[in-house]
Nanobody
Framework: QVQLVESGGGLVQPGGSLRLSCSAS????????MGWFRQAPGKDREFVAA????????DYAVSVKGRFTISRDDAKLTAYLQMNALRPDDTAVYYC?????????????????WGQGTQVTVSS
């Protein structure tokens, strides 16, 4: 059973940067799409970004486009989310996830593998 583990969260000031990592316990077959989601207190889980197996296709939520960058390094069994120009409304628990469903990359229901989440807090 593949396990995903996130790291890299923490407290950062507005305008700052963080890089989240998502490490897989074993090799994830390269047909998996890797995604990042987040959930703020009292809100539903929302899509942040997704990347296909080759890294040639990336999707972003409108709210993070131009500020966040998703990438993956299959040799290291790791996916990344580089977050720049962070804002207080980016505060949430961030989850990485994996799916084979290429048609629903923004839908959390399509993902069958999930990490435990890492807290990101943006505050002065």
């Amino acid at each position: 059973q593949v396990q995903l583990v996130e790291s890299g969260g923490g407290l950062v000031q507005p305008g700052g940067s963080l890089r989240l990592s998502c490490s897989a316990s074993v090799q994830v077959p390269d047909i998996y799409i890797m995604g990042w989601f987040r959930q703020a207190p009292g809100k539903d889980r929302e899509f942040v970004a997704a990347i296909n197996w080759s890294g040639s296709s990336k999707d972003y939520a409108v709210s993070v486009k131009g500020r966040f960058t998703i990438s993956r390094d299959d040799a290291k069994l790791t996916a990344y989310l580089q977050m720049n120009a962070l804002r207080p409304d980016d505060t949430a628990v961030y989850y990485c996830a994996a799916t084979r469903n290429m048609l629903r990359v923004t839908d959390s229901e399509a993902y069958n593998l999930w990490g435990q989440g890492t807290q990101v807090t943006v505050s002065s």
